[in-house]
């Protein structure tokens, strides 16, 4: 006989964290794991559909093109700014409570974006959205510590890369259908508006599915930590964001020496803190942990990687070839179509036994699938049918390292800083994008008026795929505890 879905969330305290797979059924699980990719979706779409519509919004809203370029902006950089913050909190308060408050205010504020009258009200709002959705995104791997083993996790997370993939694909489209239908005359409005029903139900069933974690007994948040860090991300990633040219100058190097010094800063205030026996905004005894220190390398290095090069070959396309905005998306679908079908699958199928392996291996297909795909676009004037597998073959790579990296950093982390961890992960993650634009995509842009503009940035992604070998023959043989039983 099933166990009934229970009206109201489970109550788990702190010490019976590994009791939380025997005490919810399996239905409850699921419901509260779909719950999950829901929020999940709604930050991938409304991330990458504003893309889509920007030039609707810059006609209604009669902005220029810096408002424009922070109607985008304002939400990735307040996204990558607070999540280390939004992570502690789910510490301090409970992932299931912070998770509620941030789907709620990325509901809220997505009502406000739908209603903005000018640039700066939806700008505003756009900041609101980034500011929640940092408070909602790191809260999604504490559900899942709480929800199951470590083992299991590795299934469940599959999930992530296909739900992720498939929102990068539907969220471009999805906003060029919704302003050719202009539903009740609402036209952008709509691309915002759409979030408010499923995000509604999306707090609902939290409330009713999600477990509860006791909080933390010391509720106390390190503001002056707080403060250093995210001054620090944001002197890291303001210039690559408001600058539009990518390359490196005597601005950028101020802004990230500044950034640095703030970093240190910070990391002096938290051992200061730590000897007082204060609260801390980072655990600094996490980076102790050999497989978490770990998979925060591989994910700055392979996020720079990875972001790089999708700029570099949506860029050349356009630049060198001619492709329109549409070809040049079509062409995505194959590589998107790989990392779907790695993550679902084949890190599903692998990973748990080979471990490490899976990484490197996919370390190593993706970096031979990219020498492919830029040596074709060198070589111009060749049939697109021909690089569909080769981007096939890139999409497996990255799918086989960026599919594992959340559940390998957190394998061994107490659950009790799972909120921490994701949110340092997510935060690495942003930088190691923003990186990747500076590195990958200035040896590109330096390089292309010789003709050497391919080389030159297959061999910054390279580099950057030889530090994740690096990193990666360094983790644990056997990643994953085996569970009793």
Not at 362 to 369: L, R, V, Y
Not at 438 to 452: E, I, K, M, T
Request: hydrophobic share 55%; proline share 4%; aromatic share 8%.
């Amino acid at each position: 006989m099933k166990t009934p879905v229970a009206s109201a969330p489970l109550s788990i305290h702190s010490h019976r964290h590994g009791e939380v797979a025997a005490e919810l059924s399996a239905r409850q699980k699921s419901m509260a794991f779909f719950t999950l990719l829901t929020a999940l979706a709604l930050e991938i779409i409304d991330l990458t559909i504003v893309n889509t519509v920007l030039p609707a919004i810059e006609h209604d809203l009669k902005a220029g093109s810096a408002q424009s370029q922070w109607v985008i902006a304002a939400y990735s950089l307040s996204f990558a700014v607070l999540l280390i913050l939004g992570g502690r909190l789910g510490d301090l308060f409970g992932g299931r409570r912070m998770f509620l408050l941030g789907v709620g205010g990325f509901t809220a504020s997505s009502l406000l974006c739908g209603l903005a009258a000018t640039p700066h009200h939806l700008i505003a709002a756009r900041a609101m959205q980034g500011t929640t959705g940092a408070m909602m995104a790191p809260q999604v791997m504490t559900m899942i510590q709480l929800l199951y083993d470590p083992v299991e996790r590795i299934g469940r997370i599959a999930w992530f890369g296909v739900v992720g993939g498939l929102s990068a694909i539907v969220g471009p489209l999805l906003g060029g259908v919704l302003i050719a239908l202009n539903l009740f005359g609402l036209g952008w409005r709509a691309v915002f508006l759409l979030n408010v029903p499923i995000g509604l139900m999306a707090v609902l069933a939290g409330i009713a599915l999600l477990p509860r974690a006791e909080p933390h007994p010391d509720r106390r948040i390190d503001l002056v930590g707080t403060a250093l860090f995210g001054a620090g991300l944001f002197a890291f990633l303001f210039p690559m964001i408001q600058e539009k040219r990518h390359g490196f100058g005597m601005s950028m190097a101020g802004w990230w020496l500044a950034a640095l010094g703030l970093a240190g800063a910070g990391l002096i205030h938290q051992h200061r803190r730590l000897r007082k026996r204060q609260a801390t905004v980072i655990e600094p005894g996490m980076f102790a942990n050999d497989t978490f220190r770990l998979g925060v390398l591989i994910s700055l290095s392979f996020s720079a990687a990875n972001t790089g090069f999708l700029f570099v070959f949506a860029y050349a396309l356009q630049r060198e070839l001619a492709f329109s905005a549409l070809q040049t998306g079509l062409l995505h679908v194959p590589f998107s179509a790989g990392v779907m079908f790695s993550m679902a699958f084949l890190v599903r199928r692998f990973l748990a036994q080979y471990g490490r392996l899976v990484l490197i291996v996919g370390a190593i297909i993706m970096g031979a699938g990219c020498m492919g795909i830029l040596g074709w676009i060198a070589l111009g004037a060749v049939r697109p049918v021909l690089l569909i597998p080769v981007l096939l073959l890139a999409g497996v790579g990255m799918g086989l390292v960026s599919g594992p990296l959340g559940a390998v950093s957190v394998a061994r982390v107490e659950r009790q800083q799972a909120g921490s961890a994701s949110g340092i992960i997510k935060t690495v993650q942003q930088m190691g994008g923003a990186l990747g634009i500076a590195l990958v995509g200035s040896a590109y842009l330096q390089s292309a008026p010789s003709g050497r503009g391919e080389a030159a940035a297959l061999a910054a992604m390279l580099a950057l795929l030889a530090l994740c070998l690096l990193w990666a023959v360094r983790l644990p043989t056997e990643i994953f505890p085996r569970q009793a039983g």
